[in-house]
């Protein structure tokens, strides 16, 4: 595949994340929408990464370090924004988190981190577009 349309696939991807994320979000699976709003992050820095760097994309699920590694300008509120949704991706997944995050993953704090990931989506796509 050509540079292009790897960084078209991940886009792609992750548009079908964001639809799953919303409607999970209007389903109350709070955890599980603030997961996949982890992976539409993460698909967005790796498209990035295959347009500012290679097609080799990292092997991580910290979002700030593919952020990083990309050379994107990151505002420290971006990067604080980056390590709290890094932290869905954990603590949905290991069962010592998972009971305390369902309790925590309130409809207001969902909603709230719900948002930011719908920010930094645009932040992303946007830059993306450039």
Do not use: Q
């Amino acid at each position: 595949m050509k540079r292009h349309e790897i960084v078209d696939y991940w886009i792609n991807s992750a548009d079908k994340d964001f639809e799953a994320m919303n409607t999970l979000f209007d389903n109350g699976h709070f955890t599980w929408s603030l997961f996949v709003g982890h992976l539409v992050i993460k698909k967005l820095l790796k498209a990035y990464y295959v347009k500012a760097v290679g097609p080799d994309t990292p092997k991580t699920y910290n979002l700030l370090r593919i952020a990083e590694l990309t050379g994107i300008p990151l505002s420290d509120d971006i990067k604080d924004v980056l390590l709290e949704i890094t932290a869905f991706n954990l603590k949905t997944r290991c069962p010592d988190y998972k009971m305390r995050f369902y309790k925590k993953a309130t409809i207001d704090f969902t909603e709230k981190y719900i948002n930011k990931i719908k920010e930094l989506r645009e932040w992303l796509l946007e830059r993306l577009k450039s």
